[in-house]
């Protein structure tokens, strides 16, 4: 799929975007199709030179299918070559970033409902010590199983030691 998009250049500090025709899967600053503009960012909004477009290869660029994308449509939009985007929704945008983690307690409120979904796994975790009753004797179990092996371990030094004394 065709996208008309920014493609970046410049020096750090000093951004200059293309705006491009590109293959969606190929990379921002990567191969594309043709070089349709330039937008500078750091010139004022007044200035002609902020936003430079070759307009009848743009519009014969959509006709074949290109896409813009959000970024290349509000600029297009702002030269009235095509109606403006419609803004996106985020409330949160407009608050202070340290008053959105005071606004997101509001969202802690329904947390407080799933104490009382715990108390059933309360009720489980009752069950389960019963559980653990026979694990213990289990446990005990095991024990008896490893002397065996720590006697065994006793036995092959032991049967080491001579071998290295026939060696001498």
């Avoid at 937008?39 to 004022?44: G, V």
């Amino acid at each position: 799929m065709l996208k008309i998009r920014l493609s970046m250049g410049g020096v750090r500090k000093r951004p200059v975007y293309k705006i491009v025709v590109a293959d969606s899967r190929f990379p921002r600053d990567g191969r594309f199709v043709e070089k349709l503009g330039s937008y500078n960012p750091l010139l004022p909004k007044e200035k002609k030179d902020r936003i430079k477009l070759e307009v009848e290869r743009l519009k014969y660029w959509m006709s074949k299918g290109a896409q813009p994308t959000l970024r290349v449509s509000r600029l297009l939009g702002e030269m009235q070559i095509i109606p403006m985007p419609k803004p996106g929704n985020n409330p949160q945008k407009a608050i202070p970033k340290k008053e959105r983690k005071k606004s997101g307690d509001t969202k802690e409120e329904p947390k407080k409902e799933e104490p009382k979904k715990e108390q059933p796994k309360a009720e489980a975790k009752k069950e389960e010590p019963k559980k653990e009753q026979p694990k213990a004797e289990a446990k005990k179990e095991e024990p008896k199983k490893e002397q065996p092996k720590a006697e065994a371990k006793k036995e092959e030094p032991k049967k080491e030691q001579p071998k290295a004394e026939e060696k001498k």
